[in-house]
């Protein structure tokens, strides 16, 4: 019982650590804080908009609007590798398109072309905030389907549960053991969010997927293999996937929950709007009264994404218990690959088109799907791998 209680506490520390941080999920739109994008000033040359060593955030959610850019409006794009800050002087439609003419604030000669899709954000004083968005408050119905949508996604958490448990010998051990190590790994990645992420992901996105890919493949099987080599080294392949089904659930339990929170206050409740900052209310509006089709993206994406846990959790413990280090290296190599796509897959998301979503989710579901087929496999070689007793 002590153990069990020490394990529900670590689970709901995290989620209490997760609500605090929502931009650790990784669920498209599951909020408005994914948008923000701070920035420190360097140098003098924004005075007197921005000073040095300024703390700002600007909005990097702005994709409809990026050709259609007010003059005025201070950006921050990508020139030779490095970020710069500037102001849009002038929009020209050239032979190639749309650009803008941009210079520094106390350098406005200093004119440099700019194409959108180099633009990364762009910045927005409260005032102007406030003015755009109490009119949209006012007429703002959410999409009711979005609670359908949570409650599938609770389903993606619970459902393994329910079919699994009376499968396993020990489930609780091995399930409130997937949710504490799970725990510790958002801690570290949060760390790293708040000191690295940012100044190594300005490096570029090739340099942003490797980090991603490296870090995950690192803390998560790196966890992993610790507490099954010091905890369970003779773990069933029914208690792995225990363990998997808590470690890869921790995050659909709690992007469900929320979004099933907020979805009901906004369709029962829109008022509620008033209450929230006001450049998060462009966001949730935004998001929350999208296409029904999105409800269903993100149960594929949730569903695909335990296949894929589980799958590297046995993995790690088939390393364990047989002393072949190529099955960690595997399951390194396998999630790795697929949180490195996730600057290039962002670049897609921040589309409005709903096609643009299904583009990214129908592969990985179907990947999904393939190592949920590779884990039956396994279950073939894996050691011991029946149950003596069950609950």
Same mark, same amino acid.
């Given at each position: 019982?002590?153990?069990?209680?020490?394990?529900?506490?670590?689970?709901?520390?995290?989620?209490?650590?997760?609500?605090?941080?929502?931009?650790?999920? /990784?669920?498209?739109?599951?909020?408005?804080?994914?948008?923000?994008?701070?920035?420190?000033?360097?140098?003098?040359?924004?005075?007197?908009?921005?000073?040095?060593?300024?703390?700002?955030?600007?909005?990097?959610?702005?994709?409809?609007?990026?050709?259609?850019?007010?003059?005025?409006?201070?950006?921050?794009?990508?020139?030779?590798?490095?970020?710069?800050? /500037?102001?849009?002087?002038?929009?020209?439609?050239?032979?190639?398109?749309?650009?803008?003419?941009?210079?520094?604030?106390?350098?406005?000669?200093?004119?440099?072309?700019?194409?959108?899709?180099?633009?990364?954000?762009?910045?927005?004083?409260?005032?102007?905030?406030?003015?755009?968005?109490?009119?949209?408050?006012?007429?703002?119905?959410?999409?009711?389907?979005?609670?359908?949508?949570?409650?599938?996604?609770?389903?993606?958490?619970?459902?393994?549960?329910?079919?699994?448990?009376?499968?396993?010998?020990?489930?609780?051990?091995?399930?409130?053991?997937?949710?504490?190590?799970?725990?510790?790994?958002?801690?570290?990645?949060?760390?790293?969010?708040?000191?690295?992420?940012?100044?190594?992901? /300005?490096?570029?996105?090739?340099?942003?997927?490797?980090?991603?890919?490296?870090?995950?493949?690192?803390?998560?099987?790196?966890?992993?293999?610790?507490?099954?080599?010091?905890?369970?080294?003779?773990?069933?392949?029914?208690?792995?996937?225990?363990?998997?089904?808590?470690?890869?659930?921790?995050?659909?339990?709690?992007?469900?929950?929320? /979004?099933?929170?907020?979805?009901?206050?906004?369709?029962?409740?829109?008022?509620?709007?008033?209450?929230?900052?006001?450049?998060?209310?462009?966001?949730?509006?935004?998001?929350?009264?999208?296409?029904?089709?999105?409800?269903?993206?993100?149960?594929?994406?949730?569903?695909?994404?335990? =296949?894929?846990?589980?799958?590297?959790?046995?993995?790690?413990?088939?390393?364990?218990?047989?002393?072949?280090?190529?099955?960690?290296?595997?399951?390194?190599?396998?999630?790795?690959?697929?949180?490195?796509?996730?600057?290039?897959?962002?670049?897609?998301?921040?589309?409005?088109?709903?096609?643009?979503?299904?583009?990214?989710?129908?592969?990985?579901?179907?990947?999904?799907?393939? =190592?949920?087929?590779?884990?039956?496999?396994?279950?073939?070689?894996?050691?011991?791998?029946?149950?003596?007793?069950?609950?």
């Amino acid at each position: 019982m002590k153990r069990f209680f020490l394990f529900f506490l670590a689970g709901c520390v995290a989620l209490v650590l997760l609500f605090k941080l929502p931009r650790v999920v /990784s669920a498209a739109g599951s909020s408005a804080l994914s948008c923000f994008y701070p920035v420190k000033v360097a140098g003098d040359s924004m005075e007197p908009i921005f000073h040095s060593g300024q703390n700002i955030t600007f909005n990097s959610c702005f994709k409809e609007e990026k050709e259609d850019l007010q003059i005025g409006t201070p950006i921050l794009f990508k020139n030779m590798d490095r970020m710069k800050i /500037s102001v849009i002087r002038e929009k020209v439609e050239g032979d190639s398109g749309i650009f803008y003419r941009v210079s520094p604030e106390s350098r406005q000669t200093e004119i440099m072309e700019v194409f959108p899709d180099n633009i990364v954000a762009i910045y927005k004083s409260g005032q102007e905030i406030v003015e755009n968005t109490q009119q949209q408050v006012s007429s703002f119905q959410a999409n009711p389907f979005f609670i359908l949508g949570a409650l599938i996604t609770l389903a993606v958490f619970f459902i393994p549960i329910f079919v699994w448990r009376p499968k396993t010998n020990s489930f609780g051990r091995y399930f409130w053991a997937g949710i504490l190590i799970w725990s510790l790994m958002i801690t570290i990645k949060v760390a790293l969010d708040l000191t690295i992420t940012q100044k190594i992901t /300005s490096l570029g996105i090739l340099i942003a997927g490797l980090y991603f890919g490296v870090r995950t493949g690192i803390f998560e099987n790196g966890l992993k293999y610790f507490y099954a080599k010091k905890k369970a080294p003779e773990a069933s392949f029914n208690q792995a996937v225990a363990f998997g089904i808590g470690f890869g659930g921790s995050e659909t339990l709690l992007v469900g929950f929320q /979004s099933l929170i907020v979805s009901m206050v906004l369709t029962f409740k829109p008022d509620f709007l008033r209450l929230v900052p006001p450049f998060i209310q462009e966001e949730m509006m935004k998001y929350y009264s999208s296409s029904t089709w999105l409800v269903f993206a993100s149960a594929m994406e949730r569903l695909s994404a335990l =296949f894929i846990h589980i799958l590297a959790t046995v993995l790690v413990f088939l390393s364990v218990k047989t002393g072949k280090m190529r099955y960690f290296w595997l399951a390194f190599l396998a999630k790795g690959a697929v949180d490195g796509l996730v600057p290039f897959l962002s670049q897609i998301q921040a589309s409005s088109l709903i096609a643009w979503v299904y583009i990214i989710e129908i592969p990985l579901f179907i990947l999904g799907l393939i =190592f949920l087929f590779i884990l039956t496999k396994i279950k073939k070689i894996y050691p011991d791998s029946k149950q003596l007793s069950t609950n």
